[in-house]
């Protein structure tokens, strides 16, 4: 099941829910209470525990909260150390600070960027009394001299398997080596509950320590009597029906994960700048992030590579920060980590990427990097983000009409110019007397929208921002009369690449024109679509209580394609929203969202 729109940014992360999902979750919400409170916990459990091989498993608020009583449960405390990799999410070290104890960061493998036996024996002093080690985006730690050293300083082992689900060591699953091991079910991680995590152990005992911590020190015996201050971790089991849907699919899941990943090598291994994730031998990566780190030799910034890709359409994240290089943690710096963490870029890597988006980032990446790598500038591409970039930096004020020109669109009206379209920019975004157009015209035409919202000068201003200037896929035109006056707008919006379709952002009609002008206005931006960015086809959406409009579509050669009911609804802050009504419509509702295609 899909849930972007074609309008979204290749997003970085993002979860695969399929009918299964849907049909455990509802059951959960109608049924999974009173006797049967606890039953999808309990299978979510069951199944964990069968796929890691690890006998005792307890489903979590959190993989941090599982951490934490891992620690808790094995008695780390102040004055103790805990031996941390340099780069983590924060998680990892802020578990060890939760008991008082203090994380020691120790470098990790340049290749894996995980830690390893090596890097974390230089970290053991008198005082360490753990070592965790974090499968970093799916890369198995090298287990097997960890837990040798582990044993030979009577050190436990508590991995942090937050990002490695289905990931393996010599065959046996990740999550099984250590005394304690953590998962996360996080939003963005490869299976997901939301927020979730799940403890496991190995041994009987520190479980059932870890099990009484983690539910406020129940007495087991003596129903609401507690003996100690405890922790509340459990996790719901509306969470779990989720969760347990997910861990049946996770073969599923990680398949796709590595699929992403083998889709990235095929179109960027060859480039020798840049490092990509790695598989050691002995190891099965679940590449739960595809990534990669510049190399030296690139002399763009990890952040401009970023911004670059952000211009078109690619969103990514940062390899984690170093943590020494975070105020609470000042200590001695690890170079591998510092490397990576301050080089390494996460790439979209989300279960519903496909091979076109992966084609699409690696040969913008390729077109970014080959820039820096000759150190010259190589031609935009053509089209939308081009065109965006051009006019914003030809045109940096809204009066500046002599560069404004270059980019308006004449309104012709039988051989004579009766109006024009000027490129809404970041100038207009900033004048404070456009801006009280805008919102007056929001203000008129407030009924034609889904949201019915209070509209003032702060929201339209911070509107512009956001949903024009910010969002790469949509670009707004003035519509201009032949005496100069703003007389609405008009734009492209949700501009697919790749099947060259977009939406006319809907027409607003700010003083009432006559003369055909939106009609002419309409034409125009289509017209210019094509030709200047290759767009083929044209569609719109209009609430249906919005005639106007909806003759000025039909006039304009849009057919209705679809029609969705409506209902009203109002939100917790009191607005009201026209929201879809999904099937459970039993009369004609008041309103429709309709579409319309450009025949
Ligand atoms: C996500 C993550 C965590 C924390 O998981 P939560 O469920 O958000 O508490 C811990 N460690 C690593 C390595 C993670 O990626």
New binding site residues.
Partial sequence: MGLKTTSDMILTAGPSITDREMAYTQDAALNGWNRHHSDYIARFQNKMSQFIGVPHTMATS??????HLALSALGIKAGDEVIVPEI??V??AS?VCYTGAKPVFCDVDPQSWTATADTIARCITPRTKAIMP?H?YGHPCLMAPIMELAAKHNLVVVE?A??SVGGEYRGKKTGSFGVFA?F???G??ALVTG???MLLANDAELFARAQILGDHGRDLHKALFNNEIGYKYKMSNLQASLGLAQIERVDDIVARKRQIFAWYKERLGDIEEIALNAELPECKNIYWMSSLVLGTKISLSRDEVMAELKKRMVDTRPMFYPLSSMPMFEQQKNPAAYHAGLRGINLPSGHERTEEEVDYICAHLREVLGKSLKNSKTAVPSGWLAYRDEVAATISDAKETANQKRYTLPLMDKGKQVGQLIPFTQAHATDDAVIRLLAKWRDQSQDAFPGQFKVTFEGTKGWAQRQLMQLPDRMLFLIVDDKQNMIGHIGLFRFDFKKRFCEIDNVVRGEDAGKGLMTLATNALMQWGRDALHVKDFYLRVMSNNTRALNLYERTGFSEILRVPLVLLKNADGSLSWVSAGHHVYEAPERYFVTMKKI
Avoid: I, N, P, Y
């Fill in positions: 959190s993989c941090t909260g599982a951490m983590t999410w998680a990892t578990a974090v970093l942090d937050a990002q953590a996360s079910f996080q963005a991680k927020e979730g995590g």
